[in-house]
């Protein structure tokens, strides 16, 4: 196993670290109080009680009520909801308006559903990740039943005017489904005024443990369960609660509405420091991304002439952790969907690198990050110089 004292860990939009803080509020729920919350008895109210309370910190968070809150799965869950939700109350609304630099979540959903008679607009971005509001709202149209768009971008960082997306959807009369997973936490969220009428979290993206999200219902929008069963969070999700991840969601919640105080400077600044640094020492560098518009702790960097996955593999001899485009592409060799949707190069794609940075990343790992990137990228690029300067091999000769 890989000692995790040894990491330095820059991949904090693929998962995050459960905060020591959290871990203890869930043991509990893991050992002595293992009632069901549906139960009549106080075994079983007890846990309940835990899990109401959850949903006030979560609520908390995103300055809504705690009745607005569903906990699921995951963030993937939350999105397939909101959207399939959506295309249940019309059948003469099967159109979906999304964005074509959305998480697989929703991607992969809409692809999936056009395979079925729904049709989906992909509204492009600019170079720097930048939406087009107008061709978002030209997109809408009679049989439009949603539009998704996410919050914050998980590979460049970019964020999206989200009040003025949901301005749209209100004066066109349409839902408005949010995938907010790389905003909770990193920037403040108030919902009480908004029109949003959906909203997607998930708890590993805060410092929560993995396997389970939320989605945000407001009042005022209509909604179909995806799951059908028992009568957990109101008839609106089926299925015997995750109990203890519950609780330790809304502790991760509570931590972030106290941290969202102070840690969004800090990490900005180590993220700062770390691109100044990376640009000043290695040439041919560009920073993708609408740089005034974006997460503070995210580094969306193309490196001329390097193949990030070679990249990845000798950052990870040096027990640095990062991503070349998003974690849930890796494997595949597909070059970034979000990095081409802004225009780069097949080639240039494949040359870049994802550091996003978190709550316990040190000054001490921002030096040593600096100083292992440029190694790796220096190391690269003379390997690469030496191989293209070889003689070319012959053909060996077909059997
Ligand atoms: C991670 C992520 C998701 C998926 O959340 P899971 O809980 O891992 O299913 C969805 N959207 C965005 C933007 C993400 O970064």
């Not at 209509?222 to 089926?238: D, H, I, K, V, Y």
């Not at 952790?321 to 080639?347: I, N, P, Y």
């Not at 550091?355 to 316990?360: E, I, K, L, Q, T």
Request: proline share 5%; charged share 20%; net charge positive.
């Amino acid at each position: 196993m890989i000692v995790p004292e040894k990491i330095i860990y820059l991949d904090h939009n693929a998962t995050t670290p459960l905060d020591p803080a959290v871990l203890e509020e869930m043991l509990p729920f893991l050992t002595t109080y293992y009632g069901n919350p549906s139960s009549a008895y106080r075994f079983g109210a007890q846990v309940r009680s835990a899990i109401d309370l959850a949903r006030e910190r979560v609520a908390m968070l995103l300055g809504c009520e705690p009745g607005e809150i569903i906990f699921t799965s995951c963030g993937t869950e939350s999105n397939n909801t909101a959207i399939r939700s959506a295309l249940q109350l019309d059948p003469k609304r099967q159109h979906i308006v999304t964005t074509a630099v959305e998480h697989s979540a929703i991607l992969r959903l809409c692809g999936e559903l056009a395979k079925r008679g729904s049709t989906v607009t992909y509204v492009p971005v600019d170079s720097d990740g930048n939406l087009d509001l107008d061709e978002l709202e030209r997109a809408v149209t009679s049989e439009t039943a949603i539009i998704s768009a996410m919050w914050a971008n998980n590979e460049s960082g970019v964020l999206f005017p989200i009040e003025k997306i949901a301005e749209i959807a209100r004066r066109k009369r349409v839902i408005f489904h949010c995938d907010a997973v790389q905003a909770a936490g990193k920037l403040p969220i108030s919902l009480r005024h908004s029109t949003i009428n959906f909203l997607s979290l998930s708890a590993h993206k805060l410092y929560g443990p993995k396997g389970v999200g939320a989605l945000y219902l407001s009042r005022r929008a209509p909604f179909r369960p995806l799951l059908f069963g028992g009568s957990q969070e109101n008839g609106r999700r089926a299925g015997t609660e995750n109990v203890a991840s519950i609780v330790g969601f809304g502790k991760a919640a509570e931590r972030a509405v106290e941290a969202l105080r102070t840690e969004p400077d800090r990490i900005r600044q180590m993220r700062d420091q770390f691109e100044a640094a990376i640009i000043a020492a290695i040439p041919d560098v560009t920073v993708n991304g609408n740089l005034k518009e974006r997460l503070p702790n995210t580094s969306s960097l193309t490196f001329d002439g390097i193949q990030s996955g070679a990249a990845l593999m000798m950052l990870d001899q040096s027990n640095l952790c990062c991503s070349a485009g998003s974690a849930c592409h890796t494997g595949s060799l597909q070059a970034s969907h979000v990095l081409r949707a802004m225009g780069l190069s097949e080639e240039r794609a494949r040359g870049s690198l994802r550091f996003s940075f978190g709550r316990f990343n040190t000054a001490t790992e921002v030096g040593k990050a600096i100083a292992i990137v440029t190694a790796t990228i220096a190391k690269m690029r003379r390997l690469n110089a030496l191989s293209s300067n070889l003689p070319e091999r012959k053909p060996v000769p077909a059997l």
